[in-house]
């Protein structure tokens, strides 16, 4: 009886199962704060901007043309991607291969927007990413572009992270090594551009997304604020 009892009261204490959607731009902490906020709560974390970089680096060394969305189309079913979900470690693989590495080389960057445009893609990994989601029993942050509005329009909280241009360039070159700042904003605005513009689950913000503006804030400050907003969801489950 005294088991059943502290077996019950666990379950009352246990922090309820939350499945949070953050999306925004490029270079608004988007990726730095899902981590650190997942890894402080004990959820899941889910890069989903990785997995079309790695679809994305598949046909790049596939020989597939990614300006061709028929060839690409064509192709979308055949890698084997997985993702690990440890905050602490986030891995992905392509048919085995640890492409964590080589999906950030300027190469990928610059195609993914065009493979990432094509229906089939978006079908292939927006079915990927919910069967991840679905099976964190502990809750997941689930970082994108689309995922308040298209992959997970159901998510328990919808946080959208935006910066101005020039506070989002000068976070970019910081990570990068002797990039050149106006270029680098001039990318991103550019990404922007194809992102929001695609007519396959554009870049956009959810009805019920709270918006938070990171111009401003520190990286910790970015945490603090968004992990504040899991726990009063959680606590009100």
Do not use: H
């Not at 509005?149 to 910066?163: E, G, N, W, Y």
């Not at 680098?184 to 503006?213: H, M, N, Q, Y």
């Not at 111009?215 to 970015?222: D, G, I, N, W």
């Amino acid at each position: 009886m005294s088991t059943t009892v502290e077996t019950a009261s666990a379950a009352r204490q246990a922090p309820a199962a939350v499945i949070v959607a953050i999306d925004g731009p490029s270079g608004t902490g988007k990726s730095s704060t899902s981590k650190a906020v997942a890894a402080q709560l004990g959820l899941s974390y889910l890069d989903t901007g990785a997995q079309y970089r790695a679809i994305t680096w598949w046909m790049l060394n596939n020989g597939i043309d990614v300006q061709d969305a028929m060839e690409v189309a064509t192709a979308a079913a055949k890698p084997v991607i997985v993702s690990g979900t440890d905050p602490a470690a986030p891995t992905i693989t392509v048919d085995g291969e640890d492409a964590s590495g080589p999906i950030r080389t300027q190469e990928v960057t610059s195609r993914v927007s065009a493979v990432s445009a094509v229906p089939e893609v978006r079908a292939r990994i927006t079915e990927l990413q919910r069967s991840i989601a679905a099976a964190a029993e502990d809750g997941i942050v689930v970082e994108g572009r689309d995922i308040g509005t298209t992959v997970l329009p159901d998510a328990d909280l919808k946080i959208f992270l935006t910066a101005s241009p020039e506070a989002r360039a000068a976070r970019r070159s910081g990570e990068v090594k002797g990039s050149d700042l106006a270029a680098t904003k001039e990318a991103l605005i550019k990404r922007d551009a194809a992102d929001s513009g695609r007519k396959t689950s554009p870049l956009a913000k959810a009805d019920d997304a709270v918006e938070v503006d990171t111009t401003e804030l520190t990286l910790p400050q970015v945490i603090e604020c968004v992990v504040t907003l899991v726990e009063e969801k959680r606590a009100a489950k």
